[in-house]
């Protein structure tokens, strides 16, 4: 039986991973949560079942290895358990409570928890974020529900407990929920000075021109530097629209022009991906002119939803910034554009 601190030193001896205090102090924290899981208390005969471990809630700015921890301490579990980015997760739960209440079913929520809880023992979340109102106003009560029937709630975020659902919408409604976390899980700070993410991309070319497979070669590297080859496809649903990440990891994502640009998205679609990714792999932008005005437009928006957001952006295209759309309407405005791509092309931008 392997240990979580005995698996992360081995891969640091394999090469895989650079040591680091600051994750070496969460260890503890995770190895505890493995050990109690693997050998449980017996129950007597009269006794109720024991309480479940204390789960963890790791926190930290991005790139600090988090998600590498989490994906080391599932590695190690004996018991069912499910990894999942908490925003997909969330979608699922929306999903099935939309459906139990078509059927007429009475408490949809403690019967999608009954569901979740019967599955696995432990949910490994990456990202908590809350950026949804319709998520805020029944995640506590669902969170409860899976507590009660043992579930053991892994999980990281960029952002402190106190900070989840900042300044949203009725926000006093979701603070049981903050107290929830507090009570139930361990809260600990992830606070190494070190973005791995970015160390990855220093000095790495980062817009690659023409698109063709030399630029992808590349960017398969990169691709696979960044994910280790794990993937998943992400949904973010905006307004009843989907946005659809083909190729997800771990805050990096990966898709072409016209998964993002050729349909009908808008500010508020590119937001949500901004709040999903630190990073996107955008592949195969075409030249711009007024025959597809609407993507050039779409374009437009998304470049300043990811400089803004400070995404880092990795890219393959026709052309370079500056020659992508030289004529048709807009072309002027692009300029701003092209503008940006430089910048976030230049070393160490982005964070």
């Not at 969170?143 to 892994?154: D, S």
């Not at 928006?301 to 052309?319: F, G, N, P, Q």
Request: aromatic share 8%; hydrophobic share 40%; proline share 5%.
């Amino acid at each position: 039986m392997t240990t979580v601190p005995e698996l992360y030193r081995a891969r640091a001896a394999e090469g895989h991973l650079t040591p680091d205090p600051a994750q070496e102090d969460a260890l503890p924290e995770l190895e505890r949560i493995r050990a109690a899981l693997a050998n449980p208390p017996r129950r007597g005969l009269f006794r109720r079942a024991p309480e479940p471990p204390k789960g963890l809630y790791l926190w930290g700015g991005v790139g600090r290895g988090k998600s590498m921890l989490m994906d080391l301490f599932v590695e190690t579990l004996t018991v069912p358990a499910r990894r999942v980015h908490f925003h997909a997760f969330m979608q699922e739960i929306q999903a099935g409570i939309h459906r139990l209440r078509q059927q007429g079913q009475d408490d949809p929520i403690r019967q999608v928890a009954a569901s979740v809880a019967h599955s696995v023992k432990v949910l490994a979340f990456d990202e908590m974020q809350i950026t949804d109102i319709a998520d805020a106003m029944i995640v506590g009560r669902l969170f409860e529900q899976l507590f009660e029937r043992g579930c053991v709630v892994v999980t990281t975020s960029n952002r402190a407990p106190d900070d989840l659902y900042k300044d949203g919408l009725n926000r006093q409604l979701f603070l049981p929920f903050i107290d929830l976390i507090k009570m139930r899980l361990v809260v600990h700070r992830l606070s190494s000075d070190k973005d791995y993410r970015q160390d990855r991309l220093t000095g790495a070319q980062v817009y690659f021109t023409p698109a063709d497979a030399g630029a992808r070669k590349a960017i398969d590297k990169i691709w696979q530097d960044l994910t280790g080859g794990h993937e998943e496809t992400l949904t973010l649903t905006v307004k009843g629209r989907a946005v659809e990440l083909p190729r997800y990891h771990n805050g990096v994502a990966r898709a072409r022009f016209y998964d993002l640009c050729g349909h009908a998205l808008g500010p508020a679609d590119y937001l949500a991906l901004t709040e999903a990714v630190r990073v996107l792999v955008l592949e195969d932008i075409p030249r711009l002119s007024r025959r597809n005005f609407n993507d050039a437009r779409r374009f437009v928006t998304l470049i300043d939803a990811l400089y803004e957001a400070k995404v880092r952006l990795i890219a393959s295209a026709a052309d370079a910034p500056e020659s992508l759309y030289v004529e048709g309407r807009g072309s002027f405005e692009f300029e701003r554009t092209a503008s940006r791509l430089r910048e976030m092309m230049a070393e160490g931008w982005g964070g």
